[in-house]
């Protein structure tokens, strides 16, 4: 069993990955540490984990853990990543993983220095619903794909909430712009050639709240809009030649609803729904993430492929600037 230890006692830990981890065939959270002992002592309690660590520095320096899973805020991610790594742990990062594409160069040297594996936690790559839309797309099913389009929205005003705060990290694009970019790109193995995008900021945070992008890969683009401040939605869909695939509940799987595809024809007068009913996307990342630890065969995000998502959000930001085309 990978041991893994948590740093931090943030929601998204425990509430969704934490229980993934302790739900998972092949690893296990034997430590959970915080800036707050009290804090990683209760959550630790709560889970049944057996250590609890009053700094990042005792858990990493512990015999207990093997992995260390880290959900701080965005700009602390590069910084505890190295340091991580270089105590001979592996890394789950939660996305995004840096702020700048040339600042994951330095999580790939840590990597490579200390012969340790390092990704980031993008638990949409080992969901079936997404592994589903990249074959359907390979095998043909909608002919020669043209167009792909997205939306993700929620309302969050809370100027406590990391995601309002410019220092931590915050922003509409780091947070969420991040799904229809890296999905697109994992389903198609393209990558973006130049973006125009209007985005939009908070007159109070100063973080980023909306943008609205369109990309070119060569042979299909990409359009999508994102937002921290409209009401709540998630929409994938990709139009081709022969017909179109919707993705029901793209990111946050059976949370905002079902975890379905639509697959229609050229006509819309027939149609195929594949449905994955508890697909458990976090344990499912905590499980590969363990066995590529192990040197397993296993299909993960790697760094380099992490690099070429940020790249794409720095062009969203650079596009946003000017009027026309930003090339990635």
């Known amino acids: 069993m990978l041991r893994f230890g948590i740093m931090s006692t943030a929601k998204i830990g425990r509430e969704l990955v934490v229980p993934a981890i302790q739900d998972a065939e092949n690893c296990v959270v034997t430590a959970i540490a915080s800036r707050d002992l009290g804090k990683a002592r209760e959550m630790a309690d709560r889970f049944s984990v057996p250590h609890a660590f009053g700094s990042y520095e005792e858990m990493l320096a512990s015999d207990k853990i093997d992995a260390v899973y880290i959900p701080l805020p965005t700009a602390q991610h590069v910084e505890w990543t190295i340091k991580a790594a270089d105590a001979g742990k592996h890394v789950l990062c939660e996305k995004p993983i840096a702020l700048k594409a040339d600042e994951i160069d330095s999580l790939i040297a840590a990597r490579d220095r200390n012969k340790v594996l390092v990704t980031e936690a993008y638990m949409v790559t080992y969901a079936p619903v997404w592994l589903k839309v990249r074959q359907l797309i390979k095998d043909g099913a909608i002919g020669t794909l043209l167009h792909v389009q ?123 729904t594949f449905r994955f009913p508890d697909s458990r996307q976090y344990k499912r990342e905590a499980e590969a993430f363990a066995r590529a630890a192990k040197g397993e065969a296993q299909e993960i995000v790697s760094l380099e492929s992490s690099k070429l998502s940020q790249a794409f959000i720095d062009a969203i930001y650079r596009a946003s600037e000017k009027d026309g085309w930003e090339t990635v």
């Open 150 to 272: 997205g939306a993700f929205t929620y309302f969050n005003r809370d100027p406590g909430n990391m995601r309002n705060i410019p220092e931590l990290g915050g922003g509409a694009l780091p947070d969420i712009g991040v799904y229809p970019t890296i999905t697109t790109r994992f389903v198609t193995g393209e990558e973006p050639r130049r973006v125009q995008a209007v985005t939009r900021r908070d007159p109070d945070f100063g973080t980023d709240i909306y943008s609205s992008v369109k990309a070119d890969f060569g042979g299909f683009e990409l359009s999508f809009y994102i937002s921290t401040q409209m009401a709540n939605r998630q929409i994938m869909v990709f139009h081709g030649s022969e017909g179109f695939i919707e993705v029901k509940s793209p990111f946050n799987a059976d949370r905002w609803g079902a975890e379905e595809i639509e697959l229609s024809n050229r006509s819309h007068n027939e149609s195929t």
